[in-house]
């Protein structure tokens, strides 16, 4: 159960105008993990996330959702196990926050005619009451702050009742206050639900902080995988980013990277770490 | 199933659809009384021949029509909105009219019969939004910009061939300028026929999709991830919208702002989401239509004034305040 494979991608590549954006990549995400993919701008983390959830079809290789292969899947079923956040919403209308987290039920609707049943209000409902959007539920989603507005679309992905969520670039237009909350309220849905997250993620520290496994892309290939403390070295975030930085260690072994820029020198450096 | 608020708004506007109808089937030249008309319904009591006459054979198919057309025009208006992601999106303002009025006079020009001005407006205006909506996609996403650039330069260049046609005719041109500007007084039964086929499948398939169009309105990619297919819906939306205006071209003309103010308004009234909105739109249409139609007939009497001229008339002022009024809110 705990080494179960939720999401299998096996061997894929993908590009466009004879540009390759990713090679031949291949990733087994264990149930209920939380998977953090990093690496540089233009390194193909986006682009992987829509290969996986299919908006972009790969020129090879295969994605399996718990061993079905996805090509086999029609998109209903896809949407039924696979959510979705994106980074910023392209919503181009005034719908409520209600009507926007009534839509993640859209790929459970039985009949057309009917539309959203008593069912799918009330587990719109319950996931409104658990992520405290209560007070929103009449407005205007396109009214919110960005933090209140990322949280009705992580609610929207919820309501599809996935079983593995994807995210992209989450916390990017977030302050650290609300970036933190909506990467612990997925923290704790892998923990405590089973649920399978996937975020492609820039902040390193965040990234240490919360997920279980983190995966580096450089150059459009894997380089590195592995739980944070054990790919978070220096030598490796050099060679992904190009960049010095120290490692701290928190008392839980969670590892702090600390960019070493040209107006701190190497002891005040030395000195922050012991203090994280 | 819509909320409360939609049915309570959709309720309202037939009440008051079936009231504006009662009105202007009554009211006209000749004043013929209500009671004639449910007289003539009910087969129950005496009506003068020439009231039957001008009830059935005239003022009930337009009405009709008029119901009909401004349901066409609504509803599409709705949907071209909702598929480009744009609020001003009608399909008058980004050239699916002007194209299907090019059609058409094409077929008056090839000395084609009534029915053929049907089958060009729809092929044309089919071709003209798919040469639209491919030329303002740009990486999966509709530019809003490149869409109201080539909608108003389509609609400029076949709106030019439509002027040269005129010229070209000479006397015979009236005929197209009264359908540049909008006619309701060719109705028929025949017609109401006609295009209440495509008017019902429309309806039927824009509201069968309603929560696929609310999908639509938060971008391809998450509409995707809801489990539609993006690019198959909007072709198909795009197809019907342009069927339905097609229609309402070829048979009452051009009739501006319909398609725009009557699904703006609404959402002032029940809000953006399509469940709620396609009911009170497609009624609000109707009836808006008829009003106009009403006072086309009427407000010069004996002189028709063409119908676009009413509906530009009340529909851009109406317009205006509604975008101050919403400038307000933000």
């Known amino acids: 159960m705990i080494n179960e494979t939720s999401l299998k991608v096996s061997d894929l590549s993908f590009g466009y105008d004879n540009k390759s954006i990713l090679k031949e990549i291949s990733l087994n995400v264990r149930k209920g993990k939380f998977y953090g993919i990093l690496g540089p701008n233009g390194s193909g983390k986006s682009t992987l996330l829509k290969n996986v959830m299919r908006y972009l079809i790969p020129d090879e290789g295969e994605i399996y959702l718990f061993n079905e292969s996805i090509k086999n899947m029609n998109r209903k ?8 956040v994106p980074q910023k919403s392209e919503m181009s209308m005034a719908l409520t926050v209600y009507e926007t987290i009534l839509m993640g039920r859209l790929p459970h609707i039985k009949s057309q005619w009917e539309g ?7 587990i719109v409902n319950n996931v409104i009451n658990s992520l405290g959007l209560e007070e929103f539920k ?3 989603a396109l009214s919110l702050s960005g933090g209140e507005f990322q949280k009705v679309l992580l609610a929207r992905a919820l309501v599809q009742k996935p079983e593995i969520l994807l995210l992209d670039e989450p916390t990017s237009n977030l302050d650290m206050n609300h970036a933190v909350e909506l990467m612990s ?3 704790m849905m892998t923990k405590n639900n089973g649920l399978t997250a996937v975020a492609v993620l820039h902040d390193l520290n965040l990234a240490a902080l919360f997920c279980d496994e983190v995966v580096f892309l450089k150059n459009n290939e894997l380089k590195y995988t592995g739980c944070p403390k054990a790919v978070f070295k220096r030598e490796i975030i050099k060679d992904i980013y190009g960049l010095d930085v120290y490692i701290a260690e928190c008392d839980e072994g969670i590892p702090y990277v600390i960019p070493k820029c040209t107006h701190m020198n190497e002891e005040i450096c030395q000195r922050i770490c012991k203090c994280v | 199933m819509v909320l409360r608020s939609s049915k309570v708004a959709s309720v309202v506007l037939l009440i008051i659809l079936v009231t504006v109808f009662l009105i202007t089937i009554s009211i006209g030249t000749v004043r013929i009384p209500v009671e004639d008309f449910f007289k003539i319904v009910f087969n129950n009591g005496e009506v003068r021949n020439s009231y039957r006459k001008i009830l059935l054979d005239i003022r009930i198919p337009r009405a009709i029509m008029a119901i009909l057309v401004g349901m066409m025009l609504s509803s599409s208006g709705t949907v071209v909105q909702a598929v480009f992601q744009n609020p001003l999106a009608d399909p008058y303002i980004i050239g699916i009219s002007a194209s299907a009025v090019f059609g058409a006079v094409l077929a008056f020009l090839l000395g084609l019969g009534d029915i053929y001005y049907g089958i060009f407006a729809f092929v044309i205006s089919v071709f003209v939004s798919f040469l639209i909506f491919r030329l303002s996609n740009f990486k999966g996403k509709v530019n809003t910009s490149t869409l109201l650039i080539i909608g108003i330069a389509i609609s400029s260049f076949l709106g030019a061939f439509t002027s040269f046609a005129m010229y070209a005719i000479g006397e015979d041109s009236y005929k197209i300028m009264v359908w540049t500007m909008g006619f309701l007084g060719g109705a028929s039964w025949t017609k109401v ?3 209440s086929v495509p008017l019902l499948f429309a309806v039927v398939y824009f509201i069968f999709h309603r929560n696929d169009l609310d999908a639509i309105m938060m971008g391809e990619q998450e509409a995707h991830s809801l489990g539609v297919n993006v690019s198959k819906l909007k072709k198909r939306l795009l197809i019907v919208s342009s069927l339905i205006v097609a229609f309402s071209v070829a048979f009452t003309g051009m009739i501006g702002f319909v398609g ?7 959402r002032l009234i029940v809000g953006y989401s399509n469940t709620k909105l396609l009911l009170p739109t497609i009624l609000a249409g109707g009836t808006f239509l008829l009003f106009s139609d009403t006072l086309a007939r009427n407000v010069l009497s004996p002189t028709e004034i063409p119908i676009g001229v009413v509906t530009a008339f009340f529909g851009a002022p109406f317009f205006i305040y509604l975008a101050f009024k919403a400038r307000r809110k933000v």
């Open chain 1, 138 to 140: 009449d407005r205007i």
């Open chain 2, 260 to 266: 725009l103010i009557i699904p703006h308004t609404m």
């Open chain 1, 116 to 122: 959203y049943t008593e069912k799918d209000r009330r």
């Open chain 1, 77 to 84: 079923s896809v949407a039924k196990k696979m959510g979705f």
């Open chain 2, 193 to 195: 026929g006609i295009i």
């Open chain 1, 185 to 187: 309220l997925i923290k």
